[in-house]
């Protein structure tokens, strides 16, 4: 449908656990996002990634870890996360990061912290 | 800081209906003003964008109009459909490169048969 794809979609986890989320785009765009969505509130910008270099880290904590290891592919590394933590997580891809362009954005996975 | 502000949170319309959803965005150097729309399960997608050099866009039964002076934009769905019922996201950002989308808090809008 939109070219990006996630898994998994669905995704249940203790606070001690270590897992992560994948992200892939078939769009041939050169920047990468990471957005958290929570109930009611604006979806909240985690990280940018523009030709695989991280330009922008919303002040995240620590225990969410973005990697970037080509233009197509965008992973969210998760440990020691807390029940706040819970929410809709959105990955989105344009052709470059200009505010103007069009995020094209993928279903979504789901995370339940335990 | 909440640099968009969107409102209803919720929506209720009869079929055939006019949806209206409003926004309003503190930063003036905003210059790019594009609403999404996200069904269940899904992720948000672009419906209709605006820049400030014009005061109204209209594509099919969506309209886009905006107000400068007010720093007020709003969504408005012409003969509402079933189909129409989702969440609509109004957005906002400098077109610049490496300037982020600003979010609105979302509206959920039901369009009943």
């Known amino acids: 449908e939109t070219g990006v794809t996630q898994t998994p979609r669905h995704l249940v986890m203790g606070m001690t656990n270590k897992k992560s989320l994948k992200c892939e785009q078939h769009?041939?765009?050169?920047?990468m996002y990471w957005y958290k969505q929570s109930a009611k509130k604006p979806l909240e910008l985690m990280f940018v990634y523009n030709f695989k270099e991280q330009t922008e880290n919303n002040s995240v904590p620590s225990r969410f870890s973005p990697e970037c290891p080509n233009s197509s592919h965008l992973f969210l590394h998760l440990h020691t996360l807390q029940p706040e933590d819970s929410a809709l997580y959105l990955c989105?891809?344009?052709?470059?990061?200009?505010?103007?362009?069009?995020?094209?954005f993928g279903p979504g996975t789901r995370l339940t912290v335990l | 800081q909440q640099q968009v502000k969107q409102s209803p949170q919720s929506l209720i319309v009869q079929k055939g209906g006019i949806s209206i959803i409003n926004c309003a965005y503190e930063?003036?150097?905003?210059?790019?003003f594009p609403w999404y729309q996200q069904f269940p399960g899904k992720g948000p997608a672009l419906l209709i964008a605006?820049?400030?050099?014009?005061s109204e866009k209209k594509e099919g039964r969506f309209t886009i109009s905006f107000n400068k002076s007010a720093k007020q934009f709003s969504l408005h769905i012409m003969d509402s459909q079933p189909g129409d019922s989702a969440t609509y996201f109004c957005?906002?950002?400098?077109?610049?490169?490496?300037?982020?989308?600003?979010f609105g808090e979302g509206t959920q809008l039901t369009v009943n048969p």
């Open positions: 769009l041939g765009h050169n920047a």
């Open positions: 989105a891809s344009s052709p470059s990061p200009r505010g103007s362009d069009t995020q094209y």
């Open positions: 930063n003036t150097a905003f210059d790019y």
């Open positions: 605006i820049r400030p050099d014009v």
């Open positions: 957005a906002a950002s400098k077109e610049t490169s490496g300037s982020r989308l600003t």
